[in-house]
């Protein structure tokens, strides 16, 4: 019963390193997204995905790439990190077709840029 | 435009009183409502949704919350507090008219702080 599974839990990258963050889940779910969480900023969506191979912008998609190839694994990559993207990172999936349906969030990665 | 405004930064309840967590929202179409909590160092847990039908929803943890289309407000309540409800909580709201955009509105979330 895992749902959203997220990797690593915390990290510590100098500026202009990349690495990806891992997300996935075990519930069939099509729809998938990326949030960021910062103080005094609420949720933002970063890219989500309606079903493997499709993936969109969210509200701010720049110095993130995704990709989407298969139902389970939505990762997250930062190809050169900057400090303005320490932040928590949020992994969420939710029962495609239907709008009404709840999103499951990962415990997120918690990513500090130095 | 959509959007969803928590009131309150902060909310302040002695164990054992009602609590109230305020949420107003602004969609074009019908809204789809949710409340989420987040515990520290947690990832968001859904708690209760409006989708249609009776305005007073009951979720998870003993909350509800009732819809009111006139005031376009979805507050959270609960009879009785716990400490254990100290956490952050977020109102979101989507437009069921928006076709196939499914991007949720969030609010920015209220910290509620149950005191023993």
């Known amino acids: 019963n895992a749902g959203v599974t997220q990797t690593p839990k915390f990290q510590v990258l100098k500026t202009g390193q990349s690495m990806t963050l891992q997300c996935a889940q075990d519930?069939?779910?099509?729809?998938m997204s990326w949030y960021r969480q910062d103080p005094g900023m609420g949720l933002r969506l970063i890219h989500y995905?309606?079903?493997?191979?499709?993936?969109d912008q969210g509200e701010v998609p720049n110095g993130y790439n995704v990709s989407r190839s298969t139902t389970e694994d939505f990762p997250l990559r930062l190809l050169s990190a900057a400090p303005s993207q320490t932040s928590v990172y949020f992994c969420?999936?939710?029962?495609?077709?239907?709008?009404?349906?709840?999103?499951?969030f990962g415990d997120g990665t918690r990513l500090s840029i130095l | 435009a959509q959007s969803v405004a928590q009131p309150e930064d902060q909310v302040n309840v002695a164990e054992g009183n009602p609590l109230t967590v305020k949420c107003t929202y602004s969609?074009?179409?019908?809204?789809?409502l949710f409340w989420y909590v987040q515990y520290p160092n947690r990832g968001l847990q859904f708690l209760l949704k409006?989708?249609?039908?009776d305005n007073l929803v009951k979720g998870s943890y003993g909350f509800e919350a009732e819809f009111n289309k006139s005031q376009t407000s979805f507050h959270l309540k609960k009879p009785s507090a716990l400490v254990s409800d100290s956490a952050l909580y977020f109102c979101?709201?989507?437009?069921?008219?928006?076709?196939?955009?499914?991007?949720?509105?969030w609010g920015l979330g209220t910290s509620l702080a149950v005191n023993p």
């Open positions: 969420a999936s939710s029962q495609g077709g239907r709008s009404n349906q709840p999103q499951h």
């Open positions: 519930m069939n779910h099509e729809y």
């Open positions: 995905s309606v079903g493997a191979g499709i993936t």
């Open positions: 969609v074009s179409g019908n809204p789809y």
């Open positions: 409006y989708i249609t039908g």
């Open positions: 979101a709201v989507r437009d069921m008219d928006a076709g196939n955009n499914r991007k949720l509105i």
